[in-house]
């Protein structure tokens, strides 16, 4: 497109500033050029408004949103997941309970403690032989049974699916 075809688009777009509008009358009422080509732009602009927008049919449209749809059901919800950042940030814990432990330990000051055996009278313990008996010791036992058997289920399940795939 030349100089001339864009100052007068801009012209019959309404997009030039006034100074420019005023200059653009005064050429395309003096100048044969300017109004023979504002001319043609004008009926080619008239045609153009007359004429409807092509718009794709709403199978189109349908098949295409499908599409989207369906590419992205087949993605794994675990590709979204980078393994980077677990590792990361269990090495952050795993080092902040190794830094933790290591200052706790420089800063225990231990001696040689004599153990009698005997506890001062302000300090008792419980006594614990009545904990390890009778519900309690059954009640831990149920406990560790159905935990063992959910962690199996859950390893045997896992498994299952990976041979599967």
């Known amino acids: 497109m030349n100089a001339v075809e864009e100052k007068l688009w801009n012209y019959i777009d ?8 005023k200059a653009i009358d005064i050429l395309i009422a003096q100048n044969e050029v ?9 009926s080619l602009n008239h045609e153009l408004s007359k004429m409807e927008p092509d718009e794709p049919s709403m199978a189109f449209t349908y098949n295409v ?12 919800l675990k590709a ?7 590792k990361a940030i269990a090495g ?5 309970i190794l830094l933790l432990v290591i200052f706790v330990l420089s800063t225990l000051h231990l001696s040689a403690v004599n153990f009698s055996g005997h506890l001062p009278e302000s300090l008792k313990l419980p006594d614990m032989k009545n ?22 289920d859950a390893y045997l399940r896992k498994r299952g699916v990976s041979k599967h795939i």
């Open 65 to 76: 949103m499908e599409g989207i749809r369906a590419e992205h059901a087949l993605k794994p």
């Open 131 to 152: 904990y390890f008996r009778g519900p309690v010791l059954e009640g831990f036992l149920f406990f560790d049974v159905v935990l063992g058997l959910f962690l199996l």
């Open 34 to 42: 300017y109004r023979r080509k504002y001319e043609e732009l004008m």
């Open 14 to 21: 309404g997009t030039c500033s006034a100074d420019e509008k």
């Open 92 to 96: 952050f814990f795993i080092v902040s």
């Open 80 to 86: 979204g997941i980078d393994k980077r950042i677990i």
